[in-house]
């Protein structure tokens, strides 16, 4: 049980020292990033859901606003749908791109930020080598709720994501697949809130 113990204890040791970028990286403040996933939903009710969704996810980081313009495919339905969080005012918005009707709530999430190879925010989980690529995994506390992020160690460039997390009472568990980053040919437009959010 001893050696076993012993093993195990030194497994964790190389893990938790594994080496980070040969300088730092963070991910750019500035950037827009497609994506693919699918997100489990279960009510307060306790029913359950399974959507897939596919779209783009922009990110401005030093004017505090994420908007991901996404399709959303459901049992019965699907929403070409803005989501927006605004962390100047810590409100997350749900627009229907085609109807304009908007659906708004308090955003009690983790704010935007920079995130880095060295931030004390993230705790490595482990590391592979894929090919000729090093790709490390982190845990993030979001603050209503963990993710758990995989990056390539020297460009630091998010792969996926597995996310649970508690919105409004109810629970989800989101798993994404990221691509073709791009810090240029962002229009102007993606940031704005549409007026029928303010109503």
């Known amino acids: 049980m001893e050696t076993k113990l012993a093993v195990a204890l030194a497994l964790m040791a190389v893990v938790h020292s594994l080496p980070y970028a040969s300088e730092r990286k963070c991910v750019p403040s500035l950037y827009k990033s497609d994506y693919i996933g699918q997100v489990g939903e279960q009510t307060q009710r306790g029913e359950s859901t399974l959507i897939s969704v596919m779209g783009t996810a922009y990110y401005d980081v030093e004017h505090k606003i994420q908007v991901n313009i996404q399709m959303v495919k459901g049992e019965g339905f699907s ?11 810590r409100m997350s918005y749900s627009i229907d791109n085609e109807s304009g009707k908007c659906v708004k709530w308090p955003n009690k999430a983790k704010p935007v930020e920079v995130i880095c190879n060295d931030s004390p925010d993230l705790v490595l989980v482990g590391s592979l080598r894929v090919g000729g690529f090093m790709l490390d995994t982190y845990n993030y506390d979001i603050d209503i709720g963990m993710m758990t992020a995989t990056f390539e160690r020297e460009s630091f460039t998010l792969l996926n994501a597995v996310v649970v997390q508690t919105i409004s009472g109810i629970k989800q568990m989101v798993a994404m697949q990221f691509g073709n980053m791009s810090t240029t040919d962002i229009p102007a437009s993606v940031w704005k809130i549409p007026d029928s959010c303010n109503n």
């Open 79 to 89: 929403l070409n749908q803005t989501y927006i969080t605004d962390d100047n005012t």
